[in-house]
């Protein structure tokens, strides 16, 4: 995997397929949290029937019903509550707004897992949509690290220790290894290569300016 | 929509003013320290030293406040922020 890099005022990233396919896998299950179809005709459509997905059709109801809040804390971290000291605002900020994110986040992942689908190594981001291909990383790292239990900063300090610790032992053989949960391991080593090519991207927006 | 809220305070200009909000973002764990600065100077048209000051009070501070004024504005900001993954919450000012 290579950072994005400027190249003829684009963005360009280097995925190998593997990486590909993890990327664009999670992109179109984040897609399928906010409701979305099916991405693929493959990988995404594996989610589990009985997993705790909010009402996929809510935003397609009419605008004077108002929108239960997510119940899954991913969801509620790309669609957080807008004044929690008060519930009539964050009702109706909810009724006005929900169904608009969910299209627009879907729109900026879309557009991520075609990028990624097009069987070439290279990720192209055009400059005008750098900045919000970088707002589709961050909705793609605020569900994973909502998995991961990221609530303040040290939890995130700590899930880099951790998952030093697993390199370490995975490159050592180390036996310590037993007691880290690989599932965690994967999602948190997915977390900060996402977390590392968004600050790449960022950093070639900034450059723009 | 506020029907009932402009005729409470009808007659009233000082208190009508008075209904300012504000556009409140918060710090978490997640976002990057340059992409909230980015999203600051893009999004509310910020010098990039003002952006970075206001991501700086939000990851010290916890919050910063990035905008005021009328309700319908602040909920049009907020919906902004969260588009791009930013937790941000809309109150009235001095609340």
Known sequence: MRGFERRDGMAVALLDEEERLVVARIVADVALLLGAESFGRDGASEADPASDIDDPFAHLRGLEESIREPSDPAILRLLPNAAPTDREVAAEFRRLTDGELRAIKTR?????????STGDDE?????????????????????????LGLVTDDDADRLHAEIDLASHALATDDDNMLSVDPERVWLGMLYQALTWLQDTLVEFVAEQE | MDIERQSQHEGSVATVLDDVWVTIVWNDPVNLMSYVTQVFQTYFNLPREVAARHMREVHVNGRSVLSSGPREKMEVDVQAMHSYGLWATLQRSGE
């Open chain 1, 108 to 116: 900026r992942l879309r557009r991520i897992w075609d990028q990624l």
């Open chain 1, 123 to 147: 990720w192209v981001v055009p400059a005008d949509a750098a900045l919000e291909t970088a707002a589709a990383l961050t909705d793609v790292r605020l569900v994973l690290s909502s998995r």
